[in-house]
């Protein structure tokens, strides 16, 4: 089975690597393309790949190409992590909403919208090459951000696609550490949108031991996502992504003055890159922990384990609603836990509350017109998406940003 990873030049790859290379056989994979425009990357990040697989006892086959349609031909599994504009648009996408009094982040609020409007149209690009030249049956699994509204926009134009965030998977292994269990012990009921959810229950043996964690742990965990423990009292966990809509005013002042995440990523890809240049690495460093992304390599394959084997596994991914959530519309895009068999369907879970349903549903009705905006195109379109946002929904902020966006994207946003 031929596995393809599209933006496979990325720094992160050798995290996939490490999934692929420990489960190859398990999963049958014989072959592994990596697909970049960025030749140098792919020369650097290519063996890098090959030797982690080799030490893992994979005989795989791995090749690296800039050439999309051999990379995905055959495929069976073509995972999508793309940064269309590389790490420049990132701080720009963080700096510019800071200027017009909200928050600067690359996937929440106007900076998210700004990486939506350049990505959507390149992974809809990417999506049709893979419906013409992949393996009948070929899953899109979307790493992309912002995930909800990629994986929206490609299940729209009918592509085989479902999103994969971290989030939830990394909730489950601190759980399963607070409680002394092994992580496939713990199953969530994980709800809301991608960079909007929260934990609404953690199921042992069947049962919902959430109320006690919180009993005892309450003040830990809202460190870890950033936030005041009374916003959990009504017994929902929410994601740090939270932290942008709960303490928005305070962020913003924080970020004005801070180094941007993105520029703190830049420094560390650099550092990166010298430590992959070692022709005798064979493994991920540690220091690409702290590029991001913990467990993804774990989520991805667990995940492809279900799409090929349809074994009924749970997993966190971004999907239709249909009805799950009887507050949005059936094609709106949710994140959830869901069943991966023949079917993927989500689980039942404890509900959100009336003060999440409200958020939710403000944010799909953004992520709505941000997809019209990214396939469509158009100025008006962008406004309409900024103005329903609820991190922006003013006229003044709307219009300054849609100014600010089109300005600032203009080379990657092909109706501008």
Same mark, same amino acid.
């Given at each position: 089975m031929k596995i393809a990873v599209?933006?496979?030049?990325?720094?992160?790859?050798?995290?996939?690597?490490?999934?692929?290379?420990?489960?190859? *056989?398990?999963?049958?994979? $014989?072959?592994?393309?990596? @697909?970049?425009? &960025? %030749?140098?990357? !792919?020369?650097?990040?290519?063996?890098l790949v090959r030797r982690i697989m080799r030490?893992?006892?994979?005989?795989?086959? *791995?090749?690296?190409?800039? $050439?999309?349609?051999?990379? @995905?031909?055959? &495929? %069976?599994?073509? !995972?999508?992590?793309?940064?269309?504009?590389g790490q420049r648009a990132r701080i720009e996408d963080e700096a510019f909403p800071l200027e017009c009094g909200c928050v600067g982040q690359e996937t929440t609020g106007a900076g998210g919208l700004a990486k939506a409007l350049r990505t959507i149209p390149v992974a809809l690009g990417i999506a049709d090459r893979v419906r013409e030249l992949a393996a009948p049956g070929a899953w899109i699994v979307d790493f992309t951000n912002p995930v909800g509204m990629v994986t929206r926009a490609l299940l729209d134009a009918g592509h085989r696609a479902i999103g994969l965030c971290n989030v939830a998977i990394g909730f489950q292994r601190r759980f399963a550490g607070l409680l002394?269990?092994?992580?496939?012990?713990?199953?969530?009921?994980?709800?809301g949108l991608n960079h909007l959810t929260w934990e609404t229950g953690?199921?042992?043996?069947?049962?919902?031991?959430?109320?006690?964690?919180?009993?005892?742990?309450?003040?830990?965990i809202a460190d870890e996502v950033d936030l005041p423990a009374a916003v959990f009292a009504d017994g929902r966990v929410p994601s740090y992504y939270l932290h942008y809509f709960y303490a928005h005013d305070t962020e913003v002042e924080r970020l004005r003055t801070a180094p941007s995440r993105g520029r703190e990523v830049a420094r560390i890809e650099a550092e990166l890159w010298k430590i992959y240049e070692d022709d005798t690495l064979d493994r991920k460093p540690d220091l690409l922990s702290q590029r991001g992304g913990a467990y993804y390599s774990e989520a991805a394959v667990a995940l492809m384990r279900s799409l090929l084997?349809?074994?009924?596994?749970?997993?966190?991914?971004?999907?239709?609603?249909?009805?799950?959530?009887?507050?949005?519309p059936d094609e709106a895009v949710i994140e959830v836990s869901a069943r991966v068999g023949a079917d993927i369907a989500p689980v039942d879970a404890a509900p959100l509350g009336p003060r999440q349903r409200g958020l939710v549903a403000a944010v799909a009705a953004y992520e709505e017109l941000g997809v019209q905006a990214a396939v469509r195109g158009g100025e008006r379109r962008v406004y309409e998406a900024l103005l329903a946002h609820p991190l922006v929904g003013q006229h003044d902020l709307a219009e300054g940003l849609?100014?600010?966006?089109?300005?600032?994207?203009?080379?990657?946003?092909p109706w501008a």
């Open positions: 599209v933006g496979g030049g990325s720094t992160y790859t050798p995290e996939l690597a490490e999934g692929f290379g420990a489960n190859a *056989v398990a999963l049958g994979i $014989d072959e592994v393309a990596l @697909v970049d425009p &960025a %030749a140098d990357k !792919l020369e650097v990040i290519g063996p030490r893992h006892g994979s005989g795989a086959k *791995v090749e690296w190409t800039t $050439d999309l349609d051999r990379g @995905v031909e055959g &495929a %069976a599994i073509v !995972l999508l992590q793309l940064r269309v504009g002394g269990r092994a992580p496939e012990d713990v199953v969530l009921d994980h709800v953690v199921r042992v043996d069947g049962r919902d031991v959430l109320p006690g964690l919180l009993d005892e742990h309450r003040d830990e084997t349809r074994d009924g596994g749970v997993h966190a991914v971004n999907v239709r609603n249909r009805g799950f959530l009887p507050y949005l849609t100014a600010r966006l089109i300005a600032t994207g203009r080379d990657h946003l």
